[in-house]
């Protein structure tokens, strides 16, 4: 009889001991390190702003509705990918590349779609129809970008012939190009327009129609992720919340904000 209090004893202690925990879990959500860039409207590199970022904005609605908490942080590009792969880091937006198929899982449901355009100033008369056209310009590179594979060939090929200027933060191409530093440089159209818009020079600059690279950009999960267990069924949900929030208008609302 004591044996069997005993038994039931340690059921009802265990029992409690899994519905607490259960119970903690349920109200302290797993926490997801998601990679923040320098890529405004998308992201601020969280830095305190009015707003937080396009895709910031997004991918807190979805990663909530998945039960997670979003946590988002800036690394430079070089350290983003090594994290990246050693799982110190959950998730990430990239456009599709082979390459980076053995360091991320992509999702199938675009977040947004960008392109890569050339900048130059106002009054320039540059035009651009081909790569030979950077030729003799003074080109401007911001450290990190990747691009289109043909047109990062071509900035390799400028880096090593030593006619390349390379920017380390988000506006220093631009204040290069309106300081004469530079005749030309190639990022996102929708960044450049916010960063010039912020600096007060959008009238200054002129962006070219021709396209180095227009991508859609996915959500990624990194393969080494050991807080997302089902890796490919996590982001087939957050697909399904992408699509969900595309339909009910909230994804129109929230890129209104950020003139995209």
């Known amino acids: 009889m004591r044996r069997n209090l005993l038994n039931f004893g340690l059921v009802v202690a265990c029992f409690i001991a899994i519905s607490g925990f259960r119970t903690a879990e349920a109200g302290d959500p797993e926490s997801l390190k998601i990679i923040e860039n320098d890529w405004p409207p998308y992201y601020f590199k969280n830095k305190s702003d009015k707003l937080p970022g396009f895709a910031r904005e997004i991918l807190s609605i979805c990663i909530s509705r998945l039960g997670y908490r979003a946590e988002f942080t800036f690394y430079p590009v070089k350290r983003m990918y090594?994290?990246?792969e050693r799982g110190e880091l959950d998730i990430s937006l990239f456009s599709h590349k082979k390459s980076r198929e053995a360091l991320v899982y992509f999702g199938h449901e675009p977040l947004f779609v960008s392109g890569y355009r050339p900048v130059v100033?106002?009054?320039?008369?540059?035009?651009?129809?081909?790569?030979?056209?950077?030729?003799?310009?003074?080109?401007?590179?911001?450290?990190?970008?990747?691009?289109?594979?043909?047109?990062l060939t071509y900035i390799k090929k400028r880096r090593n012939a030593g006619t390349l200027i390379t920017g380390t933060?988000?506006?220093?191409?631009?204040?290069?190009?309106?300081?004469?530093?530079?005749?030309?440089?190639?990022?996102?159209?929708?960044?450049?327009?916010?960063?010039?818009?912020?600096?007060?020079?959008?009238?200054?600059?002129?962006?070219l129609d021709y396209d180095i690279q227009t991508s859609p950009y996915f959500v990624t999960v990194s393969k080494a992720s050991p807080r997302i267990a089902d890796k490919p069924g996590f982001l087939e949900q957050l697909d399904d919340c992408l699509r969900v929030i595309k339909t009910d208008g909230r994804y129109r609302e929230i890129a209104r904000k950020y003139g995209l």
């Open 121 to 151: 100033r106002s009054g320039s008369g540059i035009r651009i129809l081909s790569l030979t056209d950077f030729d003799d310009l003074k080109i401007g590179h911001l450290a990190g970008l990747r691009y289109s594979e043909a047109f």
């Open 82 to 84: 090594a994290y990246l």
């Open 169 to 207: 933060t988000g506006d220093s191409c631009l204040r290069m190009l309106t300081e004469n530093i530079i005749d030309i440089f190639v990022d996102t159209r929708n960044t450049v327009l916010w960063r010039a818009q912020q600096m007060g020079i959008t009238e200054k600059i002129t962006i």
